[in-house]
């Protein structure tokens, strides 16, 4: 196959997936590989030893609510003792944002891309600044975490059985339209996903309860974001594995490292170290006190979303930085790397030209223009939290080191 026919191939898979969000269930219900002990985390494998702050921070909060220690101390001891796996969560159709732990007894999103028959999981958006995901775990932290998981969750699982799904790329493609990048800017599609959840909350729960999600899905702003993220992956990988093909299927970053992965090597990791993040801080904190960048929702540039989309979102740059302008600018430099654009995903400010979509590492090097991401920024301290937000880009080695291994395992017709 020429590179051509399999990157179109790539492409049509990516254009022609779903992502539905079908149901809530317990994490080793659907994740068999997440025994007891066992931790999923964001971006590429990383060891217990070269973790970042935030992403220990996260394992202690989550080690706590397994009890499998009863304080940080014992966390980080049966840590240090190897008593805990690790994997990444791509590596077992599952996401996160930011540290994105996963442990066995918490509840996740199930959305499924009944196109090719993939069922993606992340866990519930519990909310920005101190949350388990960027590493805190004080006890308002572990309480809100408890009832996500033991009363949310249940709640919510009803709702969404009773609603027969929600279409989570139908609500991306009505708030790219609506001023929506789907990373950082989620007011319309928060919004969207409320309009088709709330009836159905109303029909199958107590009224307190029901009040009270209502209450924390529109306060927390950004909800939807896990079940995007899960929705983008479902995609990706259906397209991921297709030899010949030099399209990006995903972009993650553990806080120390940086990966990505290209359809045409499969679920190879090419790494360089993670950058750091230029951004807007909350009161207090600065750069000094940051973290490089961290997490696995970059899967929404892979796609053609966040940063890709920032030209119908001028308005993120007020949480991100930069300026409507760059918004613009931006988007038009990541047509120049990719290979089509989104038939779904449209932007109006553009004349409802389609977001840039599939990142081709060939154009990446070629140009030396590689993906913008804009993204939350974590305390380097464990226990921290959030502190600020901000723009970064994958590091060129990552593709330069992808090519030449695609270059050196291609075997098939040139273009």
């Not at 309860?209 to 992956?233: E, S, T, Y």
């Amino acid at each position: 196959m020429t590179i051509k026919a399999a990157n179109e191939e790539c492409l049509a898979r990516i254009q022609d997936g779903t992502a539905v969000w079908v149901d809530i269930r317990t994490a080793r219900d659907v994740l068999p590989d997440l025994a007891d002990r066992t931790v999923f985390h964001a971006g590429p494998p990383v060891t217990w030893k070269n973790m970042c702050g935030p992403m220990r921070g996260a394992i202690i909060g989550a080690s706590m609510f397994e009890g499998w220690a009863k304080t940080a101390d014992e966390a980080v001891a049966i840590a240090e003792q190897g008593q805990l796996k690790f994997h990444s969560g791509h590596d077992h159709h599952a996401i996160g944002p930011m540290s994105g732990i996963i442990t066995p007894s918490m509840q996740v999103n199930v959305v499924r891309n009944d196109r090719f028959g993939i069922d993606t999981h992340s866990t519930l958006y519990m909310g920005i600044g101190k949350v388990l995901r960027h590493g805190a775990y004080d006890e308002t932290v572990m309480q809100k975490l408890r009832w996500m998981n033991y009363e949310l969750a249940p709640l919510l699982r009803r709702a969404v059985q009773q609603a027969g799904g929600i279409d989570i790329k139908s609500i991306v493609a009505q708030a790219v339209q609506m001023g929506d990048e789907m990373h950082n800017r989620n007011k319309a599609s928060n919004v969207l996903l409320l309009t088709a959840l709330a009836p159905h909350l109303v029909a199958t729960g107590e009224r307190s309860d029901v009040v009270r999600a209502l209450q924390f899905i529109d306060q927390a702003g950004h909800f939807v974001l896990n079940l995007v993220m899960a929705g983008c992956k479902g995609i990706l990988d259906a397209a991921n594995g297709i030899p010949d093909a030099t399209i990006v299927t995903a972009i993650a970053r553990n806080g120390c490292e940086t990966g990505i992965r290209v359809s045409g090597t499969g679920d190879r990791w090419f790494t360089a170290p993670a950058p750091m993040i230029e951004g807007v801080y909350f009161p207090g904190f600065g750069p000094a006190d940051a973290n490089p960048d961290l997490g696995d929702s970059s899967i929404t540039e892979t796609i053609g979303l966040g940063s890709m989309a920032m030209a119908g979102a001028p308005a993120v740059v007020e949480y991100v930085g930069g300026t409507p302008e760059f918004a613009v600018d931006t988007t038009m430099k990541m047509y120049e790397i990719t290979a089509a654009e989104h038939k779904t995903f449209k932007l109006p400010s553009l004349r409802f030209r389609g977001t840039p979509l599939g990142i081709d590492i060939r154009k990446v090097v070629k140009t030396g223009i590689t993906p913008v991401i804009n993204t939350g920024i974590a305390c380097k301290r464990a226990g921290v939290g959030q502190i600020g937000a901000g723009l970064t880009a994958v590091p060129m080695q990552c593709f330069e080191r992808a090519l030449e291994a695609f270059a050196a395992a291609r075997t098939s017709t040139p273009v």
